[in-house]
């Protein structure tokens, strides 16, 4: 997959989510951009992806779940970037109680450990 056709893919997921936690292109349309808007609707919009993206499992991202899902769907060039994404901040979701809270930090952490590698609806 290119990295227009993930994120068209993710789109899908991104209608969904939105609506469902009360969050708009203002608040979550600059993700990918690194903009992280420390707000608990944004976080469980974030978290709502994630499960839509099957990579949620007892409520946490599960590492496993995430690898498979990047070598099915990134293009070749991101994928090693990402998993190493993955290795770094994988754990930060532990330090939070709330999920949503859990999963929002893990996924900024991946924005700033490798920008160009990252993506999100």
């Known amino acids: 997959m290119s990295r227009v056709q993930l994120k068209k893919t993710f789109t899908i997921m991104k209608n969904q989510c939105m609506p469902k936690h009360g969050v708009n292109n203002d608040k979550v349309g600059q993700i990918e951009q690194g903009v ?10 974030i978290a709502c992806v994630y499960k839509a993206a ?3 499992k007892n409520n946490r991202l599960d590492r496993d779940l995430v690898v498979k899902q990047i070598d099915a ?3 070749q060039d991101l994928r090693g970037a990402a998993k190493k994404g993955v290795d770094k901040c994988f754990d930060i979701q532990y330090k939070y109680d709330d999920v949503c ?21």
């Not at 608990?40 to 919009?45: A, G, L």
């Not at 924005?111 to 990252?118: G, I, Q, T, W």
Request: charged share 15%; hydrophobic share 40%.
């Open 54 to 56: 099957l990579v949620v």
């Open 36 to 45: 992280f808007i420390e707000d608990h609707n944004v976080m469980c919009y």
């Open 101 to 121: 809270e859990g999963i929002f930090y893990s996924t900024k952490c991946l924005y700033e450990s490798d920008p160009a590698s990252f993506v999100f609806p």
């Open 73 to 75: 769907l990134y293009p």
